[in-house]
């Protein structure tokens, strides 16, 4: 009997090892040290930039443009504000995030 258990405890643990949570870095929540000591973007991770009629995800629609003029952008219409994303301007609608027009190197 003791033969049976121990082999399939063995096999137990070595499936719970294959099961791991992957490092940090592979989640997207930070940089693995090497590159983060270098501030470089991991292979595969390039820079995203929207185009017009897309969504801007919610998390970048905070970095509002109050200074659009300093910029050579337009007035902002009603019901839409220009927001920045790195080095990108885009205005976007208030309410659904649609980007309306994208102006690449803005702040160059």
């Known amino acids: 009997m003791l ?4 082999p399939a405890a063995a096999a137990l643990a070595f499936v719970g090892a294959i ?3 992957p490092p940090g870095h ?3 929540d930070n940089l ?3 590159l983060a000591k270098q501030n470089k973007v991991p292979p595969g991770h390039a820079k995203k930039m929207w185009k017009r ?3 801007l995800p919610l998390r970048y629609r905070d970095g509002r443009i109050s200074d659009w003029e300093r910029y050579d952008l337009r007035r902002a219409p009603d019901g839409y504000r220009w927001v920045r994303v790195d080095n990108e301007a885009y205005l976007i609608d208030v309410t659904s995030g649609i980007i309306t027009e994208a102006v ?3 702040f160059n």
């Open 3 to 6: 033969k049976v258990i121990l």
């Open 19 to 21: 099961h791991a949570d």
């Open 26 to 28: 592979a989640k997207g």
């Open 32 to 34: 693995p040290p090497g």
């Open 53 to 55: 009629g897309e969504a």
């Open 104 to 106: 690449i190197s803005a």
